[in-house]
């Protein structure tokens, strides 16, 4: 199938930002085209984002597809910070004490996430998704975008559109739609890496409603699950000429016996080491061009909000486009930007402390930490506040409280 066709809005990139993108605005009744360099969405095991907060799980009931997350996922009403892999906690986020219509957040591979968004995208009249296709170049003039690149097929295709979204990732400012517009980026980078391995055990360890995270100076280790006898471990990786090796298999192993050292492991998933960092790009719009997701603000896989701070954007969009229309495109855009622009900073400073609370090796301020953790653990608005924060509550565009607390309608 060609591409060389008119739409309202081109999307590039249909990773979980461009096909919500893509779902939210068809259904303002715009035609939208998605393309999307992949030819299937993120493999099975390569699980990356598992993460559905409380407040995302609002877009979730918006899109009507929360009963099918839920289907894929597993359960999570609490996260603990710990001393040690097998202590007791210092403190426990208590999601399913918060006062929100979902007081738990929803773990599941990036793929089922995918899979389900697509599914809602091509549903909505007005949408196509097109997969194999590789956007080269990204431009525009006075009555609309453009762009070309590579099809499936290999022949060379292109596309306009009165409107552009650029949602092709964390690459974006450095060689992707972003870059291609010269919007540049900002980013800050907190001096180590840590590690992410994704393992299928012969059973469930431990509960698998709550989370954890080991905040030992020495190496801190955290263990979620994210599937039926799917655990993901995070740990940190000490060193330069460590990186690869900490995701080898009997790396990888030795990191799992520290976390449970009963459990059979029955295969390795996937395993990968990111530098502990985040980024903003120096604008969000250019012209008729919008970015979204990481292509606006790559939160970086360690903090775990990327995704959920992304698919609000991608609503926060929507709602200002429903409320000002597509003709007033730049009008709508600015107010998404601001409001977006701050959302993530606000995001991106509570990962800062949790990147530097991973970088901390020193013992003395790691006992003083803990001390810390623990008092917070002891009053319940401190926890409560932390709590909130964690989960991103107060994130979501447009919705009121009270909205937030009714059962959504089916
Ligand atoms: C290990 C790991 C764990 C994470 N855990 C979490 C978590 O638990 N919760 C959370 O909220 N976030 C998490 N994140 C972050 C999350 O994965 C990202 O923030 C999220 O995927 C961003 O979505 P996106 O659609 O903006 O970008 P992406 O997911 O990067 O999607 C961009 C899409 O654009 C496509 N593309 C790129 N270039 C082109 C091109 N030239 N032509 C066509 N298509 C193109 C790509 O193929 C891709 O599908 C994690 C990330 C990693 C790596």
Redesign the pocket.
Known sequence: MGVSEDADIVV???????LATAALLGRLGHDVLV????PEP?PPDE?????W?PEGLLLADHLGIHDRLAQRAVVRTAHEFRRSPGGGPLLTLHLDRMRHRHPYSLNLA?HDTEVVLEAAAQAVPGVRVLRG????SVSQDATGVEIR?IAASGAADGARARFGVV?????STRR??AAMLHVAQRFRDYGTYSA?ADVELASDPDRNDRSWIALDPRRPLGAFAFGPRRWRLVYRVEGEEERLRAVEPDFVERMLRRAYPDAVLTRHLWA?T?RLGQGQALRYASGRWVL????AH??G?SA???????LLGAWRLEDALRRHGLDAWERAVAEYAEGQRAASERVQSANALIFRNIALRNPALAAARSTGLWLAGHLSPAGMRMTRRETLAGLAPEVTEAEKLAVPRS
Request: proline share 4%; glycine share 28%; net charge neutral.
């Open positions: 590039v990139g249909g990773g979980p930002v461009g393309l999307e360099q992949r993120v699980s990356r984002a598992i993460t907060m990036q296709f590789t956007v080269k690149g949602a092709d990732g964390a690459g992707g739609g992410v990968s990111f979204v997701g990481d292509a790559a939160m896989p775990g909000a990327g995704m959920m701070v992304g």
